[in-house]
């Protein structure tokens, strides 16, 4: 999904993210956008199958009544003796919308970066690409305090405004525990701004993932593009065997001795979180992607994994 000819820059801490971090990311892919102004009717730079006057040529057909004649193939006419007429596909605009997943769960990793941390960067690379190549883009953060939504737009100022809500997220976000929103509940309240063509990107664990979740994507995917991308740590799949397991957080202290039915449970609760996603890679539209916090594609790890 993310791809480039170098390396992109690591975030130097593996449980945060800074906003000059999320900016600097701007410059990853370098900037692909238009040299020509965006006048009163939108364009974009995906092709929709609507034929009509656009920039980029189709086919040809026979000519018949009602035709432009400023679209007739001369050439062709002179060549066969009969007229036909040049059919385009109308560029489009394609409203970007990122739905990253910030809440507590997110914040952790055995190995590799937080999946918090992989979540923000991935949203922050979405969002600069899509503003490079012309395109409006918004995005809901989910967040176990104040969720941030912002309206689809290519504007800078705004733009920042999202950029910088990422950051604050890992200050702020962990900590507050003011809204405890389903995913399903945060993107049915999000769901208005899905306008038809809208290619939404989706950053999560959807450690919540349900059949209410699942049923609602399925709506969804069939009037837009989502692209679904799991971010999981390595112990969420699979508790190795032998050893006794601390978890310190909200003030408690957990230990975990599990046997191998324990064991057997737990992976068949998370293989089933994967099934319910995997789903709706069926459909038409949808594609769905597992990264583990220790392997994923969005920058070259050096120095080891950075493991505990």
Same mark, same amino acid.
Not at 20 to 33: C, N, T
Not at 62 to 89: F, N, S
Not at 186 to 201: C, D, N, P, R
Not at 240 to 260: H, L
């Given at each position: 999904?993310?791809?480039?000819?170098?390396?992109?820059?690591?975030?130097?801490?593996? +449980?945060?993210?800074?906003?000059? &971090? =999320?900016?600097?990311?701007? %410059?990853?892919?370098?900037?692909? @956008?238009?040299?020509? !102004?965006?006048?009163?009717?939108?364009?974009?730079?995906?092709?929709? *199958?609507?034929? /009509?006057?656009?920039? &980029?040529?189709?086919?040809?057909? !026979?000519?018949?009544?009602?035709?432009?004649?400023?679209? =007739?193939?001369?050439?062709?006419?002179?060549?066969?003796? $009969?007229? %036909?007429? $040049? =059919?385009?596909?109308?560029?489009?605009?394609?409203?970007?919308?990122? =739905?990253?997943?910030?809440?507590?769960?997110? *914040?952790?990793?055995?190995?590799?970066?937080? $999946?918090?941390?992989?979540?923000?960067?991935?949203?922050?690379?979405?969002?600069?690409?899509?503003?490079? +190549?012309?395109?409006?883009?918004?995005?809901?953060?989910?967040?176990? @305090?104040?969720?941030?939504?912002?309206?689809?737009?290519?504007?800078?100022?705004?733009?920042?405004?999202?950029?910088?809500?990422?950051?604050?997220?890992?200050?702020?976000?962990?900590?507050?525990?003011?809204?405890?929103?389903?995913?399903?509940?945060?993107?049915?309240?999000?769901?208005?701004?899905?306008?038809?063509?809208?290619?939404?990107?989706?950053?999560?664990?959807? %450690?919540?993932?349900?059949?209410?979740?699942?049923? *609602?994507?399925?709506?969804?995917?069939?009037?837009? &593009?989502? $692209?679904?991308?799991?971010?999981?740590?390595?112990?969420?799949?699979?508790?190795?065997? @032998?050893?006794? #397991?601390?978890?310190?957080?909200?003030?408690?202290?957990?230990?975990?001795?599990?046997?191998?039915?324990?064991?057997?449970?737990? #992976?068949?609760?998370?293989?089933?979180?994967?099934?319910?996603?995997?789903?709706? %890679?069926?459909?038409?539209?949808?594609?769905?992607?597992?990264?583990?916090? +220790?392997?994923?594609?969005?920058?070259?790890?050096?120095? @080891?994994? *950075? /493991?505990?």
């Amino acid at each position: 999904m993310f791809q480039g000819d170098s390396p992109r820059p690591i975030p130097a801490a593996r +449980n945060l993210l800074t906003l000059d &971090e =999320l900016v600097s990311l701007r %410059h990853w892919p370098p900037a692909r @956008g238009r040299q020509h !102004e965006r006048m009163a009717i939108r364009e974009g730079h995906h092709l929709s *199958h609507i034929r /009509g006057r656009g920039m &980029e040529f189709d086919d040809v057909r !026979e000519y018949q009544p009602g035709d432009d004649i400023r679209h =007739l193939d001369w050439r062709l006419m002179a060549r066969t003796g $009969k007229a %036909h007429t $040049k =059919l385009y596909r109308e560029e489009r605009e394609r409203p970007v919308f990122v =739905l990253t997943d910030l809440r507590q769960p997110m *914040h952790f990793a055995t190995r590799g970066h937080y $999946k918090s941390v992989l979540a923000a960067y991935a949203a922050a690379m979405v969002v600069w690409t899509t503003i490079a +190549n012309g395109d409006r883009v918004g995005g809901r953060i989910l967040n176990d @305090g104040a969720s941030g939504l912002f309206k689809p737009t290519n504007n800078r100022q705004q733009v920042m405004q999202m950029i910088s809500a990422l950051s604050t997220a890992f200050t702020h976000g962990a900590t507050e525990t003011t809204n405890n929103a389903s995913f399903a509940e945060q993107l049915m309240e999000v769901e208005s701004l899905l306008s038809s063509g809208t290619i939404i990107y989706m950053f999560s664990d959807f %450690h919540d993932v349900d059949s209410t979740l699942q049923q *609602h994507l399925m709506r969804i995917a069939q009037r837009c &593009e989502l $692209k679904m991308v799991l971010i999981s740590d390595p112990l969420e799949a699979q508790l190795p065997s @032998g050893r006794d #397991y601390r978890f310190i957080g909200e003030g408690r202290e957990v230990v975990v001795d599990a046997n191998t039915q324990q064991q057997a449970q737990y #992976y068949s609760q998370f293989q089933q979180r994967i099934d319910l996603l995997e789903q709706l %890679h069926n459909l038409r539209g949808v594609e769905f992607a597992h990264w583990q916090s +220790n392997h994923h594609p969005l920058f070259t790890m050096s120095g @080891g994994q *950075h /493991g505990l």
